[in-house]
C-alpha cells in the first residue's frame, strides 16, 4: 500500500452520513426498512436490508424486490410478484418511517466534530452527500447542527439523475462548491456502494469498518466485544471495502485525522 498523500494534496473531503458521521451501526434505515416492508406483510431480514446500503431509497427498495427471497415473500404476503409500482407503494410508507428513524438516531459518532474541525484548520473544506432524501434529512440536519456538525453542502438521493455508486452526487458537490480535479477530493464512506462512488469519481476514498453497515452494530454492542472476537468480525468488513475500491480502511472517523497527520 502506498503512502497516504499529504494534507495538502487536497481541497475537500466529502462524508456520508449514516455509519459514518452519525448512527453508529447505520442502524435508522435497517430499522425504517424493516418497518417499511412489514406494513406489506414482508418480513425483512437485516442482511437483505443491509446488503444494497448507500444507494439511493428508490433505488435500495428496487433491489431488495429484486431478491428471490424477498420477491417470495412478497408473493406469499400479496399473492403476486413485486412490480415497478410496489416500489412506490414502499416509498410512501419508507419515508416518514425514515425521517423519523433518523433523526433519533442523528447523534454524532464519537470523535466526528474534532475530526471536521481538525479538517477544517486544515483548510479542507468539508461537504456530506446522503442517500436518504432531502426530506428524510430534514430533522437530522437540525440534530446535526445542534451538535456542532454544519457541513458547506449537501447533496440527497434525489438531487442527481442517479445515486450510488454512480459518481454523480460526487460531481454535482464538486461543481456546486467549485473544486476540481476530482483527485484533490477525499470520499469518506462507510457502505461498499459509497465507497465504489469514490473510486468511480476518481477521489482518495476512504472507508469505515466499524462504524456502519457492514458491521451494524450499535456503538455499545462494539464496545462490548472481546478484542479478539472484534477484530475477527472487522476482517471481512475491511476485505469488503477495499474490494469496493477503498484507497484506506479505517474503524471509524475518529480514526480520520490520525491518517493524514492532523492529530
Not at 494534507?7 to 452519525?22: E, M, P, R, Y
Not at 466526528?112 to 440536519?141: H, K, N, W
Request: hydrophobic content about 50%; some cysteine; aromatic content about 6%.
Amino acid at each position: 500500500m502506498t503512502t497516504t498523500p499529504a494534507i495538502s494534496a487536497f481541497s475537500l473531503i466529502i462524508f456520508d452520513w449514516a455509519g459514518t458521521v452519525v448512527d453508529f451501526g447505520c442502524l435508522a434505515p435497517v430499522q425504517a426498512l424493516k418497518a417499511a416492508f412489514a406494513r406489506q406483510g414482508v418480513v425483512l431480514e437485516d442482511e437483505a436490508a443491509r446488503a444494497d446500503m448507500g444507494k439511493a431509497k428508490d433505488a435500495h427498495v428496487r433491489a431488495l424486490l429484486d431478491r428471490s427471497d424477498v420477491a417470495s415473500a412478497w408473493v406469499a404476503a400479496r399473492g403476486v410478484a413485486p412490480i415497478e409500482t410496489d416500489v412506490a407503494r414502499v416509498m410512501a410508507d419508507l419515508a416518514p418511517l425514515m425521517r423519523d428513524a433518523a433523526a433519533a438516531a442523528a447523534t454524532l459518532i464519537p470523535g466526528a466534530l474534532d475530526c471536521v474541525q481538525a479538517f477544517q484548520r486544515a483548510g479542507i473544506r468539508v461537504a456530506s452527500s446522503t442517500g436518504y432524501t432531502r426530506e428524510m434529512m430534514g430533522p437530522v440536519l437540525t440534530r446535526a447542527a445542534a451538535q456542532g456538525y454544519n457541513p458547506e453542502a449537501l447533496v440527497c438521493a434525489g438531487d442527481t439523475p442517479e445515486g450510488r455508486p454512480s459518481p454523480l452526487m460526487i460531481y454535482r458537490t464538486c461543481a456546486d462548491l467549485g473544486v476540481w480535479p476530482l483527485s484533490r477530493v477525499i470520499k469518506v464512506d462507510d457502505a461498499e456502494a459509497g465507497v465504489a462512488e469514490g473510486r468511480a469519481a476518481g477521489c482518495f476514498t476512504i472507508g469505515l469498518a466499524a462504524s456502519g453497515n457492514g458491521l451494524g452494530l450499535s456503538l455499545e454492542a462494539y464496545l462490548a466485544l472481546p478484542e479478539t472476537e472484534r477484530e475477527q468480525r472487522l476482517a471481512p468488513v475491511r476485505a469488503a471495502l477495499l474490494a469496493a475500491g477503498a484507497d484506506r480502511v479505517i474503524d471509524t472517523i475518529a480514526d480520520l485525522p490520525g491518517l493524514f497527520g492532523l492529530a
